[in-house]
């Protein structure tokens, strides 16, 4: 293969992209320029760039450069694609002023307002229920899924998911429960089902709430469960139980506080809440060319800034348990499926729409599996409420037998 | 019995008084004067006031009026003193400049300096630790224990607590553990002695700290127990494990960032973390009352105010527990016991010093009854620790059972 000869301005792009993926073992080619990394780590994989224009945008910001080269074929990564991905995640890294800019930017024409978020909520949950199909359980739940066992399957894992929600709630018969951002309507109907729960849940995906009032009828709890196709900050009337499962990422920092007065206003100071959301050790934007091409608007907020608006309504928290590792499983699965699907899905959106996909799967598994992200589960309780568990050795009984009433403690 | 006429001015005062106190199901006698309270529920309490001098001191600051006026005898409660402070803890109620101002000042006479630090832990912990033997477990530990089902005994709840912080930080043998604030040792030498941990301890009372050494010593651990009569401030050198159990209730917001860097240095970004505190669901000056008689220099934190200093550290949040019915329990076996031993009490600090003393385990059974007090269990890790359990579920296998190792996650 004929390698054209690289100019001292290209080696020079290469240095500073160098400087800017950290000490990372992965070899980078230009022409017939390789650059080998400054480390004793045996190299795990090589990145070819096609161009000085390819270059330029790597070098000028990685996130972005390297996203959207790998997304239409100008950059393949010979070896694993997760692996290398974790490398550059693991090696500690300064964002440049562009990198932020560009970031700013996207914080303010994709900002949460209602309008807004119709508008990013579309752009992802409505691409279509038949794509969502290809790869995720027979429930369709896009949430991080609960692993009793590493190596039980996915749709156990989304099973024991939604019990593990409704046990650490200690969900009773006739409670009434609100539910933001419900997705397909799994956890709605789950706990309807199986926990005589009745439920409104909220959701501005059009695709979604359609497919979830079809399921209700199909599951015969429609009388039970109800789906509304509106905004979190619209939510009217009292509950028993608030609970949102991969919604608060979606809501972005501006609007934590009103998301507080709306939990406080549908459980008071007595009933008890739930929160399951990917999370940070500490505050960080979400990764620009994410923002940009998957999740519009989106922020994982810190534990600390979620406890932040939790605060000042005086709850209790009660519970929390960090499920990363469960994540990067539960990422897995739908990537292996994704790839299974991948022809489908080349000739269903293109080729360019497969490649990100599978740049953002196999990017958010390397994510989760290095801990740059945290996926939090958070119960809480209103502060006049007495319904608290003793222990959480509930949580570990078998799976769905009858919950032993005496392990919570009631009004005393 | 004669009861002398009360003023207009006493009437005055006493109707301060029941504002302050809010809609409490408690009666205030003076005089020939009886103030029923406003609500509907049947009173379940009696206060008689003495004379005006005791009334204006309540009705200018009821938390230290009452606190003193109770411990010096002047005021008795009529019915069941925890229940009757359960009411007023649950009355909503407004601070008025006095408290707040004494409070203040309190903070700033209190402060943890090391020297402040040094003067408030000899205060309290230094009393004696035949005092402390009265009515504390024969292990003599005197912070919440765990009680896997509410009627087990107060030695077996608290191995069950010295226990589940071992297993929810997954200690090794072989593996090196700092603990600040240990205490009268028994965690230290707990880690030891049932999980060969190398313990190194750090403790600013003296009287514990001599006890702790004997009786490490006497089980045969003090090769791999060291106990050091230092502030945690003063602490150096890299361990696996940072742990603390009921001592950042004396840190002081002030020192958190201070604490955060210890911790931070001793641990670094690859080991694990242990806090067990008191805290609140939102931030509030500990009692008055207990501020200046009880606990010098405390302040419970919010869950949010200690994610506040581990957050800068990227550490990640694993599994945070509420456990304040245990606490409430721990609390109602220390009074049990400490009412048993009153008059030896008596006998030997006077009754001053015995109802102060009985007057704060009730007010705690009470205020964590009610839930105006929380106690937290946060278990972190470093950034890059990649030694995180799968699931919590081996944190409720049988007692002291071996764990099974492949629960943990390991370097992948």
């Known amino acids: 293969m004929h390698r054209p000869a690289t100019s001292p301005l290209d080696r020079k792009l290469l240095a500073v992209l160098r400087s800017r993926l950290g000490p990372v073992p992965i070899a980078l080619v230009l022409g017939d320029t390789e650059d080998l990394p400054d480390t004793d780590a045996p190299v795990i994989g090589t990145v070819r760039i096609p161009d000085r224009s390819t270059l330029i945008a790597l070098a000028m910001s990685p996130e972005m450069g390297f996203g959207d080269a790998y997304s239409d074929g100008r950059i393949e990564v010979e070896g694993d694609l997760v692996r290398a991905l974790e490398c550059v995640y693991e090696s500690p890294k300064i964002k440049n002023w562009y990198t932020r800019l560009r970031s700013k930017y996207l914080d303010w024409v994709q900002a949460n307002s209602k309008r807004g978020s119709a508008r990013n909520i579309h752009r992802h949950y409505d691409l279509s229920n038949d794509f969502y199909r290809l790869w995720l359980d027979d429930q369709m739940v896009y949430t991080c899924a609960y692993f009793p066992t590493p190596d039980v399957s996915l749709e156990e894992a989304q099973e024991a998911k ?53 399921w209700a009828q199909k599951s015969g709890v429609s009388s039970n469960v109800e789906f509304v196709e509106d905004d979190y900050r619209n939510v009217v009337g009292r509950s028993d139980v608030f609970v949102s499962v991969g919604m608060l990422e979606h809501v972005g920092a501006d609007h934590y506080p009103e998301l507080g007065r709306v939990i406080h206003r549908t459980i008071g100071d007595t009933g008890r809440g739930f929160l399951h959301f990917i999370g940070r050790n500490r505050p960080q934007p979400l990764n620009v060319w994410i923002k940009k091409n998957i999740f519009p608007g989106g922020y994982p907020p810190t534990l600390a800034e979620s406890l932040g608006f939790l605060q000042p309504h005086d709850f209790s928290i009660l519970d929390v348990e960090n499920l990363r590792m469960h994540y990067a499983k539960t990422l897995e699965h739908w990537l292996a499926r994704f790839e299974l699907a991948f022809d489908k899905v080349v000739r269903e959106r293109g080729l360019e729409f497969a490649r990100m996909w599978r740049l953002y799967l196999a990017g958010s598994v390397a994510t989760f599996r290095v801990g740059k992200m945290q996926l939090f589960q958070v119960l809480f309780a209103g502060s006049r409420c007495q319904s608290i568990p003793w222990t959480r050795e509930h949580l570990y009984a078998p799976f769905r037998e009858e919950e032993d009433t005496e392990l919570w403690t009631r009004a005393m």
Chains 1, 2 share one sequence.
């Not at 200690?170 to 956890?187: K, Q, S």
């Open 162 to 214: 939604l019990d593990l929600v409704c046990r650490k709630l200690g969900l009773r018969p006739g409670e009434t429960v609100l539910e933001v951002g419900c997705g397909w309507g799994a956890l709605a109907i789950y706990m309807a089902k199986h926990y005589g729960a009745r439920v409104k849940a909220f959701n501005i995906s059009h695709e979604q709430v359609k497919w979830a009032r079809e």
